[in-house]
């Protein structure tokens, strides 16, 4: 499936997101905000170190660190739902008949330590203690 007919069955939020974090990942964003930062370092002396002009950074940097947790989550949900998708094709087609496999993303974090201790025994590269 092409780029543009994906796109289509997307919704905006998932669109929005996509394009956001891929934009946002590129070095040239990160060395635009570090030249915001030295940006407004320097107008500290002239501005006497106000509280204003301190406020000014806080709240930007809030409101953008916000705003990315979202952006940042929703992309994690949907790569980790992408993930699971094509390594359940993946186990079917090796017709792995292990259930528990097919719902681990489910379990708890002791009953997932369980599970690799119990493959890693059976399997013979390394202690099943």
Do not use: C
């Not at 106000?50 to 940042?72: A, E, K, P, R, Y």
């Not at 790569?79 to 390594?87: P, R, V």
């Amino acid at each position: 499936m092409d780029k543009g007919k994906r796109e289509e069955h997307q919704d905006f939020f998932t669109r929005f997101t996509s394009r956001t974090a891929k934009v946002l990942g590129h070095a040239w964003v990160f060395a635009g905000a570090v030249a915001v930062l030295v940006l407004w370092a320097g107008t500290g002396p002239f501005l006497g170190f106000s509280d204003t002009w301190q406020l000014v950074i806080n709240t930007g940097t809030t409101i953008v660190t916000f705003l990315m947790v979202f952006i940042i989550q929703n992309t994690q949900n949907r790569d980790s739902a992408a993930m699971h998708l094509k390594i359940d094709a993946v186990m079917r087609e090796l017709q792995i008949t292990n259930s528990k496999l097919y719902s681990a993303e489910e379990e708890g974090e002791k009953e997932l330590e369980e599970q690799r201790r119990r493959m890693e025994g059976q399997d013979g590269t390394g202690p099943a203690s």
